[in-house]
């Protein structure tokens, strides 16, 4: 079993880097998007699983693209293809696909089952999105914010951060990033819908969490959002639509912001809802960069994983 000798590291949540790991890897990304597909192969030979039970556009191309450039091979599996969908436990089917694989790239809707994943696998299991973290969509959107602000922007204390929605993953993912490298984080959700309180308090003094979108945005650098209802929400969509009103990137909003801020956003988008269409259309949108470095991002995470 040459995959149980090789030590072992999962990456489910920001908070398993260190700061200077995580500056690293950030810094290592971007050097990967200077290669393109010229760069070296450190996965040759190795073979990736892609266990998805969540819808994927940008998570899944760019992990297998990402794989190929690497020298890799990817297996794409879902439930319905596989013998989870039939019952099987989480902790058989990892045992058994560490035999097989180098990795486990894993997108679910319970964070306890990738927790599970990871404690029963023998190779390193990558977390491509639970209900609780979307860590890898953070690599990426820290690559962008070093686009447009300096190498160095993420090594400053004075970056101000803003996310206007729903405290789902990706602000779970927000606060955890806050709690590594320092930035300031103000969060405006409406009451009932604010983001882990453990990460909160985990962030201290640089994080909270406001009731007006403005308060959040003002003199802010980065501005994020995302959809108000996300996978397994729908049939609340309606509820938070009357919710979330008033919670919606448009330019009156921007105005408030630092002059030179940047917006962000994982998507898919919901234009004209949480996002106005001239926003993510406008010059302070990085959106479609940062879908980009989803890329660039997960080959620099991959390489530390398993280029051993």
């Not at 058989?92 to 997108?107: C, F, G, M």
């Not at 400053?156 to 984080?185: K, Y």
């Not at 729908?234 to 630092?258: P, S, T």
């Amino acid at each position: 079993m040459p995959n149980a000798l090789r030590s072992k590291r999962d990456f489910l949540r920001i908070t398993d880097l260190s700061r200077e790991e995580l500056l690293e890897l950030i810094e290592r990304a971007a050097e990967w998007k200077l290669l393109g597909k010229n760069g070296p192969r450190p996965l040759e030979r190795m073979s990736i699983a892609l266990i998805f039970e969540k819808a994927s556009t940008r998570t899944r191309v760019s992990f297998q693209v990402g794989i190929h450039q690497l020298g890799g091979n990817s297996l794409m599996l879902s439930p319905a293809e596989t013998q989870l969908g039939r019952g099987e436990p989480v902790k058989d089917t990892a045992r058994v696909l560490s035999r097989y694989l180098d990795a486990l790239v894993v997108r679910t809707f319970q964070h306890s089952t990738i927790e599970e994943m990871a404690t029963r696998a023998s190779v390193p299991v990558v977390n491509a999105l639970t209900d609780a973290s979307h860590p890898c969509q953070l690599l990426a959107d820290l690559l962008t914010v070093t686009e447009r602000f300096g190498a160095d922007a993420l090594r400053r204390a004075d970056l101000d951060v803003a996310w206007i929605g729903d405290g789902n993953n990706m602000a779970n993912s927000w606060l955890e990033a806050c709690s590594v490298l320092g930035f300031r984080l103000r969060l405006a959700c409406p009451e009932g819908y604010d983001p882990d309180p453990a990460l909160l308090a985990r962030a201290g003094s640089k994080a909270r969490v406001v009731r007006n979108p403005r308060d959040a945005v003002h003199g802010a650098h980065v501005v994020n959002t995302d959809v108000w209802a996300s996978m397994g929400q729908e049939a609340e969509k309606a509820e938070r639509q009357r919710h979330f009103a008033g919670f919606i990137v448009d330019r009156a909003l921007m105005a408030a912001a630092d002059p030179k801020a940047m917006v962000m956003h994982c998507l898919p988008a919901h234009r004209g809802e949480e996002i106005a269409d001239d926003v993510i259309e406008g010059a302070q949108s990085a959106v479609f960069d940062e879908a980009e470095n989803r890329l660039h991002a997960q080959k620099a995470l991959l390489e530390l994983l398993l280029a051993q």
